[in-house]
Structure formats: structure tokens, C-alpha cells
Nanobody, 127 residues
């Protein structure tokens, strides 16, 4: 069982930055691939970024590529999402998710692949 708790959301002006954190419980965090997803009001949940358990492989959605960066610190059982150059369209509830990786380089971009989800943190970007 893995429990995930996100933090770091808030209100920021367009062009600003935020860093989201997702703290995971459990001793096997280092074998879990992690992902970030977001859901805006009235929209479907969408993939934002994913990282393999080793941290060696990552993927970012085209909409955030070059602005957002996913990273992880297995010693701290934490995954991060650094968000720069924020836009109003980035406004959403952001969720982190975990899935037991099939190998060290595996990452997953579909929400349906993930086994555990956090409660979400609100990010609001004003224009």
C-alpha cells in the first residue's frame, strides 16, 4: 500500500513558478514509477509528466514540455514537479500517482495504469 500526499499548490501570476511535491509512504517507493496528472473544471484528467523508478527516464506532455520538469528523490520518498512560465491554462487540480514499475526504466502516461493516487493540490494561475 502506498499513500501519496501532494503539496505546493497555490495562486500565482502568469509567468510565475511553483514546485509541487508528492510525499509517499511505504518502504518500496524506489520501485514505483510516478506520474503527475491534472484536471481542470469541466475537463478530462490529463497526463502531465511521468518518471521511472530509477529517475533515468522521464516523459512530459507536449503542453508543458520545456516549462515543467518532473524529478524524484528516492531517499526522501518524494517526487517533484517544477513548473515554470505558468499560464492561465495550467490552472487545475494536480494529482500525483504511483505504479509498481515493471523494470527500472518503465514510466506510464495513462492514468488507468496507476494504482495509487493522491488527493490533489490546486494550482491557480491568474492572467
Amino acid at each position: 500500500q502506498v499513500q501519496l500526499v501532494e503539496s505546493g499548490g497555490g495562486l500565482v501570476q502568469a509567468g510565475g513558478s511553483l514546485r509541487l511535491s508528492c510525499a509517499a509512504s511505504g518502504r518500496t517507493f524506489s520501485t514505483y514509477a510516478m506520474g503527475w496528472f491534472r484536471q481542470a473544471p469541466g475537463k478530462e484528467r490529463e497526463f502531465v509528466a511521468a518518471i521511472s523508478w530509477s529517475g533515468g527516464r522521464r516523459s512530459h506532455a507536449d503542453s508543458v514540455k520545456g516549462r515543467f520538469t518532473i524529478s524524484r528523490d528516492n531517499a526522501k520518498n518524494t517526487v517533484y514537479l517544477q513548473m515554470n512560465s505558468l499560464k492561465p491554462e495550467d490552472t487545475a487540480v494536480y494529482y500525483c500517482a504511483a505504479k509498481q514499475g515493471s523494470y527500472s526504466g518503465a514510466y506510464y502516461t495513462r492514468g488507468s495504469d496507476y494504482e495509487y493516487w493522491g488527493q490533489g493540490t490546486q494550482v491557480t494561475v491568474s492572467s
